[in-house]
């Protein structure tokens, strides 16, 4: 099968099973907003711009797990600086789940490298840059390999791993596997806030 072909099949399935996702989840996304809303004064979505494809920045949608004006920086366990309900969708990773949105838009996919913030983006260098040639996604590579732990470097070096290697039939294992072992939202790791627009 031509990767032009799979690409498009890609696609596809991108947009089918993030449109079933955003109807199944209207409720509970719904009752999370609310949650978020009683929890802590702001709005339920946050908004940050990261690099898309080609660098190209693009507004990513996030729920809020953080208190608002909350500084940038390292998020530690029992950060003051995330709210109650913010705990509990971090731990559960429910927070990610409005990129459904991004993904219907074009602007990521089910499956790919995790957006970088612009500022980190622009400080790739060439063979970093490489991971911008793709889609970011929600699931990727580094993952199912401790994504959690891992180090900026051991990351990129997936990423550009699940770049090299690319087909629609890796995307598929990454996916089943991700469901199996019941992490399918990457989280980006407790690095930074990844929550305070700059």
Do not use: C
């Not at 509970?28 to 702001?42: H, N, R, V």
């Not at 600086?81 to 429910?94: A, D, E, N, Q």
């Not at 199912?144 to 770049?163: A, K």
């Amino acid at each position: 099968m031509s990767s032009k072909i799979q690409l498009i099949l890609k696609r596809l399935i991108d947009i089918l099973l993030s449109l079933i996702g955003l109807v199944l989840l209207t409720v509970p996304f719904a009752i999370i907003a609310l949650a978020i809303k009683l929890d802590s004064k702001g709005p339920a979505v946050f908004r940050q711009l990261r690099a898309g494809k080609d660098g190209k920045p693009f507004t990513l949608y996030k729920f809020r797990t953080m208190k608002v004006g909350a500084q940038d920086g390292f998020v530690q366990e029992d950060d003051p600086r995330v709210t109650r309900i913010g705990h509990f969708l971090r731990m559960t990773s429910l927070d990610e789940i409005p990129q459904l949105w991004n993904i219907l838009r074009g602007e990521m996919s089910l499956v790919g490298p995790r957006p970088d913030r612009v500022f980190r983006a622009d400080e790739y260098n060439a063979r970093v840059r490489s991971r911008l040639t793709v889609l970011p996604g929600i699931m990727g590579w580094a993952q199912l390999h401790r994504g959690r732990s891992l180090s900026w470097e051991e990351r990129y070096e997936l990423d550009l791993e699940y770049v090299d290697n690319w087909s629609l039939w890796l995307d598929l294992k990454i996916m089943v596997l991700s469901l199996l072992r019941g992490n399918m939202v990457q989280r980006e790791g407790e690095r930074e806030n990844g929550e305070v627009e700059k």
